[in-house]
Nanobody
Framework: QVQLVESGGGLVQAGGSLRLSCAAS????????MGWFRQAPGKEREFVAA????????YYADSVKGRFTVSRTNAKNTVYLQMNSVKPEDAAVYYC?????????????????WGQGTQVTVSS
């Protein structure tokens, strides 16, 4: 089992920055990829970014590429999502997730473990 707890959400002005954290505990050694997803009201959960624990390879949705940065600690216990140049359309509940395999990282169904989510609100 892997437990995930997100933090760092809140209110940010459009154009501003915010950093989300995801603290992982439990059998983190079993996880292979960590992902960030978001879900806005009335919309489906969508992929934002992912990082492979080994090697740190990163992946981004086109909508956030160049603005968001995903990173992790070498201790394999915390993943971050640095959000810069935030836009109103970035407002959503952000979730971190972990998967133990090599399944399609852009698909929420590939992830086994999920955090409870953290709200990001953007004021324009």
């Amino acid at each position: 089992q892997v437990q995930l707890v997100e933090s760092g959400g809140g209110l940010v002005q459009a154009g501003g920055s915010l950093r989300l954290s995801c603290a992982a505990s439990g059998r983190t050694v079993s996880s292979n990829y960590m992902g960030w997803f978001r879900q806005a009201p009335g919309k489906e959960r969508e992929f934002v970014a992912a990082i492979r624990w080994s090697g740190g390879t990163t992946y981004y949705a086109d909508s956030v590429k160049g603005r968001f940065t995903v990173s992790r600690t070498n201790a394999k216990n915390t993943v971050y999502l640095q959000m810069n140049s935030v836009k109103p359309e970035d407002a959503a509940v952000y979730y971190c997730a972990a998967q133990t395999g090599d399944a399609y990282i852009y698909y929420a169904g590939s992830y086994t473990y999920w955090g409870q989510g953290t709200q990001v609100t953007v004021s324009s």
